[in-house]
């Protein structure tokens, strides 16, 4: 009954240096690790720290213990080397939510048809334009949220901060959006 | 507090975007990786030698004043395992020659890890 999981199998591949294994491991996350790195610090220095978090799962790779998915491990080792960027750049993720704020909005019901419909295909470029003017954090959370599809918890273990405030941050990032939007000059219905 | 309603629209959107990294990232990271590990391993190589060369070192001086040279105490120890070299040349040469070797070994790897570094 000590069954192997896929997860353990691949990285005991890599730790056994099998050929192939870590390309494959990379080819699989890189993804995520560029819309956390990107979000976060933006084009220009991305790659590199795409590259600088492959580099350091590869290093750390026999401290895994399993404790969370493989995946939301990678994603936290790609956010704190991009957290770590911006600090250093004296652009601290700037954050219009106090980290420890909770609770303090609620969505309208019908939030997401309404988003939805406004955002139709000739609104998306908007739409990019307003998340990327969102700041640092909420702009990576809503890209885990929305595009990755990564539950809270998993979302929490990646960024460190609590499932409420992740929440919060997304219900303000997504009122923002709509704001933005109409700004923009696009029509709710 | 509830749980957010994901939202297609911001997907779709988020989706269209390209990423910015190489077509070959994966491989191009996985050498790295590689590379570096390999120099990880090395550099404790060259500390395991190192320290044998200074073990075996210690046991060819420990060997001279046991066996050569009684009488090297005090302040002459120095002349004294000099004239103790001079007294076993072959031994002195053997010891010499592999000093040379590690730090000609030493230089070489420094030299190409540098130039790999390029």
């Known amino acids: ?70 995946k939301a491990w990678i994603g936290r080792i790609a956010y704190s080397i991009a957290l770590r960027h911006l600090e250093r750049r004296r652009a601290a993720p700037t954050s219009y939510l106090d980290d420890e704020v909770e609770g303090a909005i609620e969505p309208p019901g019908d939030e997401a048809s309404d988003l939805d419909a406004i955002a139709d295909r000739q609104h998306a470029d908007r739409l990019r334009e307003a998340v990327a003017a969102l700041p640092a954090v909420p702009r990576t959370l809503v890209t885990l949220y929305h595009l990755e599809e990564l539950p809270i918890p998993e979302i929490a273990t990646i960024t460190g901060m609590n499932e409420g405030t992740i929440k919060s941050h997304l219900f303000r990032a997504r009122a923002s959006l709509r704001d933005s939007l109409r700004r923009r000059g696009v029509n709710e219905p | 507090m509830k749980t957010p309603e994901r939202s297609p629209a911001i997907a779709r959107a988020l989706a269209a975007e390209k990423d910015g990294l190489p077509k070959d990232f994966a491989t191009q990271v996985a050498q790295l990786a590689e590379a570096a590990a390999e120099a990880r391993s090395s550099k404790w190589n060259e500390v395991a030698l190192g320290l044998a060369f200074v073990a075996m070192i210690g046991v060819c001086i420990v060997g001279w004043l046991a066996l050569g040279a009684s009488e090297s105490v005090g302040s002459q120890w120095l002349a004294s395992i000099l004239r103790l070299a001079a007294s076993q040349p072959l031994l002195t040469l053997g010891i010499t020659g592999v000093a040379l070797i590690q730090v000609l070994t030493y230089r070489r790897r420094a030299a190409s890890q540098s130039f790999d570094a390029h």
Request: charged letters at 30%.
């Open chain 1, 1 to 70: 009954m000590n069954q192997e999981t896929d997860e353990q199998v691949r990285v005991r591949a890599i730790l056994d240096r099998r050929p192939g294994a870590f390309e494959a491991l990379v080819r699989d996350y890189q993804k995520l690790c560029w819309h956390i790195v990107y979000r976060m610090v933006g084009q220009d220095d991305a790659p590199d720290l795409c590259q600088e978090t492959f580099l350091r799962v590869h290093r750390l790779l026999h401290q895994f213990r399993f404790e969370c998915p493989l």
